[in-house]
C-alpha cells in the first residue's frame, strides 16, 4: 500500500527550528519528487509548495517565503525526505503535508502531486 507519513511536528517559539521527516513506503521512492506543502487553518488550499527536491536529491526549489529558512533532503535508501525549518516565524504556523509527484518542474501547484501524506500540526507561537 503506498502511503506517506509526516512526522516531527509541534510548538516552537518564534525563531525556533522544527525538522519534520516524511516517511515513504509501497512504491520507488526514487521516481518521484516530492514537496512539501501547508494548509492554514481555516484556508481550503495548500498552495504551492514550501520546498521541492527531485528524485535523486539533485535538485531543489524553495520560494522566496521560505529560502534561506528552511532546507529539503532525502535519504532514498532510509525512504525519507526531511525538511529543516529555522527562523520559524508565527506565519509558519499550519498544517504540513508531504506529497509526491512524477513531475521533473519542481514548480508545479499541488494539482500535480499524486500521493500525499496525512499531515503534521506546527504551531509557531509564544
Known amino acids: 500500500q503506498l502511503q506517506l507519513v509526516e512526522s516531527g511536528g509541534g510548538l516552537v517559539q518564534p525563531g525556533g527550528s522544527l525538522r519534520l521527516s516524511c516517511s515513504g513506503s509501497?512504491?520507488?521512492?526514487?521516481?518521484?519528487?516530492i514537496g512539501w506543502f501547508r494548509q492554514v487553518q481555516g484556508t481550503q488550499e495548500k498552495g504551492n509548495s514550501i520546498?521541492?527536491?527531485?528524485?535523486?536529491?539533485?535538485?531543489?526549489y524553495y520560494p522566496d517565503s521560505t529560502r534561506g529558512r528552511f532546507t529539503i533532503s532525502r535519504s532514498n535508501d532510509k525512504r525519507t525526505v526531511s525538511l529543516q525549518m529555522n527562523n520559524l516565524k508565527s506565519e509558519d504556523t499550519a498544517v504540513y503535508y508531504c506529497?509526491?509527484?512524477?513531475?521533473?518542474?519542481?514548480?508545479?501547484?499541488?494539482?500535480?502531486?499524486?500521493?500525499w501524506g496525512q499531515g503534521t500540526q506546527v504551531t509557531v507561537s509564544w
Open positions: 506529497a509526491a509527484s512524477r513531475t521533473s518542474n519542481l514548480r508545479v501547484g499541488p494539482e500535480l502531486y499524486t500521493f
Open positions: 509501497g512504491f520507488t521512492l526514487e521516481d518521484y519528487a
Open positions: 520546498a521541492a527536491i527531485s528524485g535523486q536529491g539533485s535538485r531543489t
